[in-house]
Nanobody, 124 residues
């Protein structure tokens, strides 16, 4: 049974920082593709950053480049999203996701099999 559990969401003021964590259990595929997404009510879930085994970390939203950093800890089977200089437009529910091969592009919602429950980030 695979579980992804996000944590670290909070309410912060503009300019603040947060670090989101995604701890996994049961996600034992040797080849992994993991991602951070976010979603605002009424809008589609959008990919923020992705990582896959043997590949680089890729960022997809221009407005977060240089402010958000995805990292991983293989020993803890966890991924993180460090967010700095937060803006009101960053307010969203943030989700981590995991895919199993073959995962397609490793960047689209449909590529991912496993999802966390989400953690809310509110910037005011």
């Amino acid at each position: 049974h695979v579980q992804l559990v996000e944590s670290g969401g909070d309410s912060v003021h503009e300019g603040g920082s947060l670090k989101l964590s995604c701890e996994t259990s049961g996600y034992t595929s040797r080849a992994k593709c993991m991602a951070w997404f976010r979603q605002v009510p009424g809008k589609e879930r959008e990919v923020i950053a992705t990582w896959y085994s043997g590949g680089p970390i890729t960022y997809y939203i221009d407005s977060v480049k240089g402010r958000f950093t995805m990292s991983r800890d293989n020993a803890k089977n966890a991924v993180y999203l460090e967010m700095t200089s937060l803006q009101t437009d960053d307010t969203a529910a943030y989700y981590c996701a995991g895919a199993v091969p073959p995962w397609g592009a490793c960047s689209k919602v449909a590529d991912f099999t496993y999802w966390g429950q989400g953690t809310q980030v509110t910037v005011s």
